[in-house]
């Protein structure tokens, strides 16, 4: 018998197969390009519950879930706090809810069509808004960093080249 894992949402939970769960942490971790520890904490905060355990207690991890964790991948640079990024799933859960199929609905967590109207979907849609806003000034922020980050990377090269071409000490 399976061990029993954390306490899921249930909403999310009634969506999942856990039939579907086939990946170990190990994999979904290089998958995705995030350390082991990373997803454990996720689990440990709440924002990553895997869809199954085995029968030795590894946490399994069906596509929805590694799409799930390949969202909040992308939003860690971003910087967003776990509150925040709590949040940001939320709202796209509530926007993908329509969605029954569970490879349209992987698909879906990573970019949700909002295309059903509503009062609910358009505060959804707003709020998805602010967030997208925050992200482009964090994405902003990042890019600021990236261009400091070259001009070291040059600098760097500029004296390798500069100590491969002058003569040593000992040459004078």
Same mark, same amino acid.
């Given at each position: 018998m399976p061990a029993p894992g954390p306490t899921a949402d249930p909403a999310r939970t009634s969506a999942r197969s856990p039939s579907a769960a086939t990946l170990?942490?190990?994999?979904? #971790? *290089? *998958?995705?390009?995030?350390?082991? *520890?990373?997803?454990?904490?996720?689990?440990?905060?709440?924002?990553?519950?895997?869809? #199954?355990?085995?029968?030795?207690?590894?946490?399994?991890?069906?596509?929805?879930?590694?799409?799930?964790?390949?969202?909040?991948?992308?939003?860690k640079p971003l910087d967003l706090s776990l509150d925040q990024m709590r949040e940001l799933l939320q709202i796209r859960e509530l926007l993908t809810a329509g969605t029954a199929n569970p490879t349209d609905r992987a698909d879906a967590l990573v970019w949700p069509r909002t295309s059903e109207t509503g009062d609910d979907r358009a505060l959804l849609a707003a709020q998805l808004a602010e967030f997208a806003d925050l992200a482009d000034k964090r994405l902003e922020k990042l890019r600021g960093?990236? #261009?400091?980050?070259?001009?070291?990377?040059?600098?760097?090269r500029d004296e390798v080249r500069e100590g491969m071409s002058s003569p040593a000490e000992g040459d004078l």
């Open positions: 170990q942490i190990g994999e979904v #971790a *290089r *998958r995705v390009d995030l350390s082991i *520890r990373t997803i454990r904490h996720w689990e440990e905060v709440g924002l990553v519950t895997p869809s #199954a355990r085995s029968s030795g207690g590894f946490r399994l991890y069906s596509e929805e879930d590694v799409s799930l964790i390949r969202l909040l991948r992308f939003m960093y990236v #261009a400091e980050v070259e001009e070291f990377v040059g600098r760097l």
